[in-house]
């Protein structure tokens, strides 16, 4: 038994098998894998661009014959919004302008609207209706 470098007895028959790995066959076989990789690649890309020349090509406007003369015919209400901040702005300013403004709720009746404003200040001034207390009937 001889020493060997690294502090560990060698023994000269031991060794390892050297029929376990084809390593040739491993490397033919990832490169054949790589190959078909790439051809696939290949494939798909021309598949695409065919793909996009047909969709290129008819690109051009599809007539219908159902939709013929209804192209400005708007759908069924509720639509959707196209602008909705414009909306809440309008919203806001119309609920404003009642708060804020006179008009006329019944005419006949001489119901009117006013000013949130004046109406707290005349209900400040007029006070709020209230009812009479009850008499208390005390019970012997």
Not at 3 to 30: C, K, R
Not at 32 to 59: M, P
Not at 103 to 123: C, F, H, Q, Y
Request: net charge negative.
């Amino acid at each position: 038994m001889a020493e060997h470098a690294g502090h560990q007895p060698h023994h000269g028959d031991v060794g390892h098998e050297t029929s376990d790995v084809n390593f040739g066959a491993i490397m033919t076989f990832a490169g054949g894998l790589v190959v078909l990789a790439a051809v696939i690649y290949f494939v798909v890309w021309l598949f695409f661009g065919y793909l996009t020349r047909r969709e290129n090509a008819a690109s051009g406007a599809l007539i219908y014959p159902l939709a013929v003369g209804q192209e400005d015919r708007l759908p069924p209400e509720p639509r959707l919004q196209t602008n909705p901040r414009q909306d809440l702005k309008d919203l806001r300013d119309s609920e404003d302008a009642l708060l804020k403004g006179y008009s006329w709720v019944d005419r006949n009746g001489g119901i009117v609207r006013i000013p949130i404003d004046e109406a707290m200040k005349l209900t400040l001034q007029r006070g709020l209706p209230s009812r009479q207390a009850p008499e208390q009937q005390v019970v012997k």
